[in-house]
């Protein structure tokens, strides 16, 4: 388990036959929201993600920023930045935004193009995004109080 200081991102791309290492020592996620990535990223839809490290910062009600691990049998989400990190893909979107696109009605490529959604890095590791937020659609086939505050 290495510090939030530490930089060895290289850590992610180690084997592992446990779906539970981590990669920081940094506390699991404890928001409602964080909590709800980390089931996402965890379940069908994030065996779809890229090997990487995806900075997300969502604006508005709620604002945080959540740092998302994934590489092999690693797949974490840490709660706050990490200022010595740099992520394969940084994306800054609204609350209200990230709800509509994990509800469905939001598709993400309208979200990029129309500026609601921002991307700085390596965009094709957001491919997996679709498959996030299908496997979203399917666990929750009715509306998820999980954006309610």
Do not use: C, W
């Amino acid at each position: 388990i290495f510090d939030d200081d530490d930089v060895l991102v290289v850590v992610i791309f180690a084997s592992s036959s446990s779906s539970s290492s981590k990669v920081t020592g940094s506390s699991s996620a404890k928001t409602k929201l964080g909590r709800y990535l980390q089931s996402l990223v965890e379940g069908p839809g994030g065996s779809d993600l890229s090997h990487g490290v995806y900075r997300l910062q969502v604006e508005g009600v709620d604002a945080g920023v959540y740092i998302i691990f994934v590489g092999n049998g690693v797949r974490q989400v840490v709660e706050g930045d990490l200022p010595k990190l740099t992520p394969d893909v940084s994306v800054v979107v609204s609350k209200d935004d990230l709800t509509a696109v994990l509800e469905g009605s939001l598709p993400p490529l309208q979200a990029y193009l129309s500026g609601r959604l921002t991307v700085t890095g390596n965009i094709q590791l957001l491919m997996g995004l679709e498959s996030l937020r299908q496997a979203n659609l399917i666990q929750n086939n009715e509306p998820d109080d999980i954006f309610i505050v």
